[in-house]
């Protein structure tokens, strides 16, 4: 009897090696292009994928909000600073190709080396993807008195043209002059989680300015993004989406 209990438990052991572990599920949105659909998964936090085309876009890929063994592996991987909320070296592994395209900030090639830097107001074309780097900074919120969490000069947000759309991943941020002036954007990432980056009034006085047509919060932490959606909601140029970006 014994050996046949031993046999069983060892017949369900190999049993349960043969199971797949369950798909990791995250929200999805379809937006469509004049060179065909974009889809935006949302993975959590400041990370997300873009999927174009036959390209992977990476932004901010954390390991804290996903199993990047399990994800599509990136054709282009975007960070927008060094924080370790965004970037993350084993993640950024785990979907590395030989012929992926790492771009980020001088500040991120001190910790990982081999990448492309773009400053602030630098131009690039990746795989034919038009990528502007934008000013991510703060203004108000301070680490000590004079001490910016986000100082000028160091971090990026993104604008991506991706066939007849602008998207723009503001990165950590507040509504500076620089985003305010942004021209023609159709969907746009707004951080608001403090005291890190903006209050819901801030990212409305930002959308207001350069008008989004779509409009993510993103990076909220605590934040309730509904203050947002009331906040604008006498705009209706302006499409509010809350997907889970804790």
């Known amino acids: 009897m014994k050996m046949v209990n ?3 438990l060892s017949l369900g052991v190999v049993l349960l090696a043969f199971i797949p572990a369950p798909a990791q599920q995250f929200e999805e949105d379809i937006i469509q292009t004049s060179a065909g659909p974009l889809k935006i998964t949302f993975l959590g936090h400041g990370t997300l994928y873009l999927t174009f ?8 890929p954390v390991s804290r909000y996903a199993d990047f063994s399990q994800l599509p592996r990136a054709d282009i991987i975007l960070v927008t600073h060094e924080h370790g909320d965004h970037l993350d070296k084993g993640a950024i592994s785990k979907i ?5 395209e790492l771009i980020y900030t001088a500040k991120c090639a001190e910790e990982l080396p081999g990448g492309k830097v773009m400053a602030n107001g630098d131009k690039l074309t990746v795989k034919g993807i038009h990528i502007e780097a934008v000013p991510a900074y703060n203004i108000k919120h301070m680490r000590s008195p004079g001490t910016p969490f986000h100082p000028k000069g160091v971090g990026n947000g993104y604008i991506l043209t991706l066939g007849d759309k602008r998207v723009y991943i503001a990165g950590d941020t507040e509504n500076t002059p620089e985003m305010k002036a942004l021209k023609d954007i159709d969907i746009a990432f707004l951080p608001m989680n403090l005291p890190y980056t903006m209050t819901p009034e801030m990212v409305a006085d930002a959308a207001r300015a350069f008008q989004p047509k779509i409009l993510y919060p993103y990076h909220y932490g605590n934040t309730d993004p509904q203050k947002l959606v009331e906040l604008l909601k006498d705009n209706p140029n302006i499409e509010v989406r809350i997907r889970n970006m804790r």
């Open 6 to 8: 031993v046999l069983l």
């Open 53 to 60: 085309k036959n390209l992977v876009i990476h932004v901010d």
């Open 96 to 100: 590395q190709k030989d012929t992926t």
